[in-house]
């Protein structure tokens, strides 16, 4: 009886001439050393791609953080604070951002995750690496849905304070 895990075309080595035998073995070896050649291929098309990637985020003046619909910091694409992935993934989000701000986003956060808008933008002020408020414009976006990110994405760019009138 055959273990169900063993394909019915495999080799008889019991009953298989050497010659049969190591034939197919050859053939074998022949087959993994052309997947194993296209591997390496994919594996150094994919670290150019992220080198490529990684350049282009460098000289980005936006930032991007990837968030779960609990304003929970998923990831850290670039930021133009200086807030590694390593400090804030994992931590709410509003943490980062000034206490008399934070009212304004979650709000905008509230449009976007119960679907009143697809993209809202508001300026607030978030703590950059040296714990200093930077002005921010922040364009949050649902990407929940889209398999490749399942997450809301925040692109974010620095501006200038507000004006003491507006």
Do not use: Y
């Not at 035998?21 to 150094?44: F, H, K, M, P, V």
């Not at 098309?45 to 991007?64: D, H, I, K, P, Y």
């Amino acid at each position: 009886m055959r273990h169900p895990a063993v394909p019915t075309q495999a080799v008889d080595t019991a009953n298989a001439a050497p010659e049969a035998l190591a034939e197919g073995l050859l053939a074998r070896i022949a087959e993994l050393e052309t997947e194993n050649a296209s591997l390496r291929q994919l594996d150094q098309v994919l670290r150019r791609n992220a080198r490529l990637f990684e350049a282009v985020l460098r000289t980005s003046r936006e930032g991007c953080i990837l968030l779960t619909p609990e304003l929970t910091i998923l990831r850290v694409i670039h930021s133009v604070l200086g807030n590694a992935d390593l400090n804030i993934a994992g931590i709410p989000a509003l943490w980062i951002v000034h206490p008399e701000d934070q009212a304004r986003v979650s709000e905008a956060f509230e449009q976007v995750v119960n679907q009143v808008s697809a993209q809202v933008t508001c300026q607030c002020r978030v703590r950059d690496q040296d714990n200093q408020w930077q002005w921010m414009e922040v364009e949050i976006n649902d990407l929940l849905d889209n398999p490749d990110v399942q997450a809301i994405v925040v692109n974010d760019r620095k501006v200038p304070p507000p004006r003491s009138g507006d």
